[in-house]
């Protein structure tokens, strides 16, 4: 599986963003999935997560209510919409199964949050 993640920018803070994870592949409609995010000198984390129906999402506390995740399996394609973005939600956006696997990190889409 090769994911592709677009649609990071600039913003102010209070501002949206809906970023895109497409994915190559048939096995995309089987997996749950999730974006992650990596900011300078922190770890990795899970921000929000989709089943594979995408009947059931979970969001970390740092995001929920902002933030909302979907999945097109038609088009192979899941989303983040981000809503009232603070400047702490600065970082490189991943997306991947979950659990992760190795293998499929992509270059991932960089989201900057000016105050």
């Known amino acids: 599986v090769q994911l592709v993640e677009s649609g990071g920018g600039l913003v102010q803070a209070g501002g949206s963003l809906r970023l895109s994870c497409a994915a190559s592949?048939?096995?995309?409609?089987?997996?749950?999935m999730g974006w992650f995010r990596q900011a300078p000198g922190k770890q990795r984390v899970l921000v929000a997560a989709?089943?594979?129906?995408?009947?059931?999402?979970n969001y970390a506390d740092s995001v929920k209510g902002r933030f909302t995740i979907s999945r097109d399996n038609a088009k192979n394609t899941m989303y983040l919409q981000m809503n009232s973005l603070k400047p702490e939600d600065t970082a490189v956006y991943y997306c991947?199964?979950?659990?992760?696997?190795?293998?499929?990190w992509g270059q991932g889409t960089q989201v900057t949050v000016s105050s």
């Open positions: 991947n199964t979950v659990p992760w696997m190795d293998d499929y």
């Open positions: 592949g048939s096995t995309f409609s089987v997996n749950a």
């Open positions: 989709i089943t594979s129906g995408g009947g059931t999402t």
